[in-house]
């Protein structure tokens, strides 16, 4: 029984405003810090390709299932995002070490030769991301103390 | 009749949290990991 | 007052020196090195030396990101490069907005935390001056992008795990909320969109409702959906949306889910609030509201054959609602009136004045809904309360024969038929998950309808049901099991009138839920 109640003037004008603002929306990149190595670029793809990620791949299960080469991917692009400390968390369950004297992830090649409380020393596996690549590192170094 | 709330691209049966992926008002998809600013130790910043 | 010359030439030097710091690889872990060189730099120009100083240096550094965005936007109206825009204002936004968590974060000694206070909310105040005078000056070419940039990164900035801003988070987040009460959509509506994507943001939502402990964040957290629903109401009321206001309702909608989801017992709480500046005729919006219910409560199914709902044990707890409805109810000469009729039954003139109290002078309605929804829930929790200290509960016996339903029934005599809409809506209102208010307004409902003079009385009861339950889900238990119990009881006689009967479909419809029940 509420019939229709007629807008006043200051109504209309929120009306007006708020059309002004339809034409400017805010895009979700806009609440997140800038992306400096990979941007959001929406690209539309056909409609039968999954619109959504899969379910829980905002899970540290899931980025275990992925590749090494993935993960060094999303640590080193996705900088400062849950991504990148997923991909961080699944790199140490597949036995790499962040060593932050470096910067770099390590990952034992060998028995060490030398072991002791402080470091251990022998042949080790390191990415490197200037190649892309997994390289061996002869008679490192490794120093506990920097280990994250 | 209103709308069919379950178009609006909430996953309403999910147990975890929504709000903690929620990426706007405006878009009916949940955030993805890479688009969450997380709290990672400075080391991680090499770039 | 104008700025001392020379005062927006150095700002600008130092906000251009500011960025190229931050930016730089030097700038250190939070741009902390940076800081510590450029306050020496804000020192020598003496721009803290006064307080007026500092609130002018801001204002200006706000204008000119605002400038900048302004000509950036103005190029991509060629470009359409929507990234380009960002590109080159983001860089300088995101600096400022560092510039302003390590001052707040930095002033005065960490035991004197209100002088970091006072900062930001100059700060915020400053933004949003130039905000509502850019919205004001600039009308429809207003652009929301500088301020939802600053507002998001400073708010996501002072949230960061530094245990200085943890200790006031509860008052960065007042600090916020003030602003955005400020900027609520009524007075800023061309930032409308920008305003609800910023209360909805998830850091936003996960301090204000989830991180603060004590639910202390609740209440400022509801008076921004206030300001939200006060903005829609005269536009949901006539129910023609255009586009920009349908997507706005939309988002809403998503909002609303979210916290249905997450944080059902805060709807609750504050359903009765959101009740009042929700429109009647905004059926699914107020249903996803009244559908909330505690997460440790499991609801039996409505079509429990032989639910007996007075059985239930929740069913004897009042809900919380944090608010004073009492006062609500006004003029103070009403109220007494009201009390003493209620105690009393005196003065007898009380009912008959009723309907002239709760008219409104309120241009677009005829009646003072927030006073009709105050007097019923008021009326039915002191009719709650009366019943309880005799001992009894409420039930279809026990709720009749008291002052309180005479009040009801008069109500339900005297209005007229929007009158009577709006007071129906208002009991229908409190038809939610089992608890005391619940279980005594589906009896007053039923015992209105049991007891109406007139079938029109008895078809109005039914309409404001039946139009809560052909809306699209979520439905309110409580509303469920009253519907239910109205056409399984064969007291009410329900399927014998004649309104039942007004049209095929209707009848099909209550046939179908005959069946459902049976």
């Known amino acids: 029984p509420l019939g229709p109640v007629p807008l006043q003037d200051e109504h209309i004008y929120q009306l007006t405003m708020g059309k002004a603002g339809f034409r400017h929306l805010p895009y979700p990149s806009d609440s997140e810090r800038i992306r400096v190595h ?4 929406p690209c539309p793809t056909p409609s039968y390709y999954p619109q959504l990620p899969p379910m829980h791949a905002d899970t540290v299960e899931f980025f275990q299932r992925l590749s090494t080469e993935t993960l060094f991917f999303i640590f080193y692009y996705m900088e400062g995002t849950k991504a990148q400390y997923l991909a961080a968390k699944a790199l140490k369950k597949q036995s790499w070490r962040f060593h932050t004297k470096y910067m770099m992830w390590f990952q034992r090649h060998e028995e060490p030769k030398t072991i002791n409380e402080d470091y251990e020393q022998g042949t080790y596996i390191y990415f ?5 690549g997994q390289r061996k590192k002869e008679g490192f170094t490794f120093e506990y103390r920097y280990l994250e | 009749p209103g709308i069919d709330l379950t178009t609006l691209g909430l996953n309403l049966n999910s147990p975890e949290n929504l709000y903690s992926t929620f990426q706007s008002p405006w878009v009916d998809i949940p955030c993805r990991p890479q688009d969450i600013d997380f ?3 400075s080391e991680y910043l090499t770039n | 007052i104008e700025d001392p010359p020379g005062l927006p030439e150095k700002t600008e030097y130092l906000l251009r020196e500011w960025v190229n710091m931050y930016h730089s690889p030097a700038a250190g872990r939070d741009s902390t090195k940076a800081f510590s060189l450029f306050v020496q730099q804000m020192h020598q120009q003496g721009i803290l030396k006064t307080d007026d100083l500092i609130t002018r240096f801001f204002r200006l550094c706000t204008e000119m990101c605002v400038d900048l965005c302004y000509r950036a936007l103005s190029e991509q ?3 359409q490069n929507v990234a380009m825009t960002r590109n080159k204002c983001f860089p300088t936004l995101d600096a400022f907005v560092r510039l302003i968590m390590l001052l707040v974060k930095h002033s005065g000694d960490n035991s004197n935390t209100n002088t970091k206070i006072n900062l930001l909310n100059k700060v915020l105040g400053i933004v949003a001056g130039v905000l509502l005078q850019d919205h004001e000056v600039r009308g429809e070419e207003f652009q929301q992008l500088p301020y939802h940039r600053i507002f998001i990164m400073l708010f996501i900035d002072l949230n960061g795990p530094e245990h200085v801003l943890e200790v006031i988070n509860f008052q960065i987040l007042t600090a916020f909320c003030n602003t955005y009460h400020v ?12 305003w609800l994507e910023l209360i909805s943001h998830r850091v936003f939502i996960g301090r204000m409702l989830s991180l603060t402990p004590q639910q202390r964040g609740w209440g400022m957290y509801a008076q921004l959906l206030i300001d939200l629903f006060k903005f829609l109401y005269p536009f949901l009321r006539n129910a023609e949306l255009t586009q920009p206001i349908h997507f706005l309702y939309k988002g809403t909608l998503r909002v609303l889910l979210v916290l249905l989801h997450d944080f059902p017992e805060f709807l609750c709480d504050y359903h009765y609030a959101f009740c009042d500046v929700i429109p009647p005729n905004y ?4 249903n996803l509201i009244l559908s909330a219910f505690p997460r440790n409560m499991r609801l039996p199914d409505p079509f429990t054959p032989n639910l007996k709902v007075d059985m239930l044990p929740e069913i004897q707890h009042a809900p919380r609602i944090p608010l004073n409805f009492a006062n609500m109810i006004t003029p103070n000469s009403f109220k007494i ?3 003493s009729y209620l105690k009393t039954r005196s003065p007898v003139t009380f009912l008959s004045d009723l309907r002239i109290s709760l008219q409104s002078k309120e241009p677009g309605s005829r009646y003072n809904i927030p006073l009709m929804n105050a007097l019923v829930l008021y009326v039915g929790t002191q009719a709650i309360t009366h019943i309880h200290t005799k001992g009894l509960t409420p039930s279809m016996s026990t709720i009749a024969h008291s002052s309180h339903m005479d009040i009801f029934q008069n109500l339900a005599v005297d209005l007229d038929t929007e009158g009577r809409y709006l007071f129906l809506t208002s009991i229908a209102n409190q038809l939610r998950y089992p608890n005391s208010h619940t279980h005594y307004f589906s009896c007053t409902l039923l015992y209105l309808f049991a007891e109406a003079n007139t079938e029109a009385i008895q078809e109005q009861i039914t309409r404001v ?3 809560r339950l052909i809306v699209n889900r979520p439905h309110p238990w409580g509303l469920l099991i009253t519907f239910i119990e109205l056409i399984k009881n064969p007291q009410f006689k329900f399927m014998n009138h004649e309104f039942v009967h007004c049209a095929p479909e209707i009848e099909k419809l209550f046939e179908s839920v005959v069946r459902s029940c049976v």
């Open chain 3, 337 to 339: 009136d009201l009390d």
């Open chain 1, 38 to 41: 990979l941007p959001r670029k």
């Open chain 3, 77 to 79: 109206a060629q470009t």
């Open chain 2, 39 to 41: 709290h990672v130790p």
């Open chain 3, 283 to 286: 059926i699914q919006m107020r």
């Open chain 3, 183 to 194: 900027l609520r959509p009524t007075k800023a509506p061309a930032f409308m969109f920008a």
């Open chain 1, 128 to 132: 490197d991301y200037e190649k892309w």
């Open chain 3, 465 to 467: 049901l039946l139009e």
